[in-house]
């Protein structure tokens, strides 16, 4: 899909604007395998298959504050509605490939550490058809980045870790650090929508 992505925000994104607009993204987002080493390391997030109104919806929370990693809120800050909206339509357009309805069976720990934080009810019964476009597809996403961005929701009074999201916080601190690994793993192997788009920095 190359055309314009859906209205996001107010704004109506276009992908080769996004594409252009993606320069600072592809630094870390457009690397397989690329690492993140704050607040701890991890592998940066797979962003190419997320829905458009999912991008605007984080770009926007690391603006806002309400998601407090310190290199993307200088990013966001410096991006406009437009500009969240060409990069949503740009990586959204990525998605090839359809997750299948029913995803492969859990462990009997992961199902039932699942099943207590109802996941499914809101990421999709196959964890990448969310009830809502602006909640995240998780999954194939990295189980480290996974991990971490849990532990996130559960972090209160830092100023430069953390997430506020009162449904995420309440559900993420009834998991121990080794329940929330114990999900991310199996949500990793899920077969995925999502997926590194490596970018030539030369074009």
Do not use: W
Request: proline share 5%.
């Amino acid at each position: 899909m190359m055309g314009t992505a859906a209205m996001a925000q107010g704004a109506t994104g276009d992908v080769q604007a996004g594409k252009q607009k993606a320069e600072m993204c592809i630094g870390c987002h457009g690397i397989p395998g690329y690492q993140n080493s704050f607040p701890e390391i991890h592998k940066v997030p797979k962003i190419s298959g997320q829905s458009d109104k999912y991008i605007v919806a984080s770009l926007t929370a690391y603006k806002k504050g309400d998601r407090k990693h310190p290199t993307m809120r200088g990013i966001a800050a410096a991006l406009s509605e437009q500009d969240m909206a060409d990069l949503a339509a740009y990586y959204a357009s990525h998605a090839d490939k359809t997750a299948p309805e029913t995803p492969k069976a859990a462990s009997v720990t992961a199902a039932a550490l699942i099943e207590k934080g109802a996941c499914a009810s809101c990421h999709g019964a196959n964890f990448s058809k969310p009830i809502d476009p602006s909640y995240p597809k998780l999954a194939g996403q990295h189980a480290d980045y996974l991990y971490v961005a849990l532990k996130a929701y559960t972090v209160e009074g830092n100023q430069v870790v953390g997430r506020n999201n009162a449904i995420m916080s309440g559900i993420a601190k009834q998991y121990s650090h080794a329940e929330m690994r114990e999900m991310a793993k199996y949500l990793s192997t899920l077969d995925t929508e999502l997926s590194v788009v490596p970018q030539s920095r030369f074009r």
